[in-house]
Nanobody, 126 residues
Framework: QIQLVEAGGGLVQPGDSLKLSCAAY????????MAWFRQAPGKEREFVAS????????DYANSVTGRFTISRGSAEDTIFLLMNSLKFEDTAVYYC???????????????????WGRGTQVTVSS
């Protein structure tokens, strides 16, 4: 059983940057993949980015490619999401997720992940 704790959300203006963090606590199991998902009001939860912890391989949703960067921290089982050029449509609750061995074809499927954080709110507003 592990607990994922996100931090770094907030209120920003369009074009601003924000960096989210996610740390895993109390782990007796080591994840292979960690990812970020987001959910806007009235919408389904959607994939944002994933990273394979062993080799740093990443994947991104088309909507954030070139603007967001997922990375590993120096501490084990810690990841970040650097969000640049934020847009109104990036407003959502951002969730950190952790999973075991996931088939790459299912990396964007939320059901592939075993553990979830409580989320952190990101609001982009002028």
């Amino acid at each position: 059983q592990i607990q994922l704790v996100e931090a770094g959300g907030g209120l920003v203006q369009p074009g601003d940057s924000l960096k989210l963090s996610c740390a895993a606590y109390g782990r007796t199991w080591s994840p292979y993949f960690m990812a970020w998902f987001r959910q806007a009001p009235g919408k389904e939860r959607e994939f944002v980015a994933s990273i394979r912890l062993s080799n740093g391989n990443t994947d991104y949703a088309n909507s954030v490619t070139g603007r967001f960067t997922i990375s590993r921290g120096s501490a084990e089982d810690t990841i970040f999401l650097l969000m640049n050029s934020l847009k109104f449509e990036d407003t959502a609750v951002y969730y950190c997720a952790a999973g075991g061995l996931i088939d790459w074809a299912r990396i964007k499927d939320s059901s592939s992940y075993d553990y979830w954080g409580r989320g952190t709110q990101v609001t982009v507003s002028s």
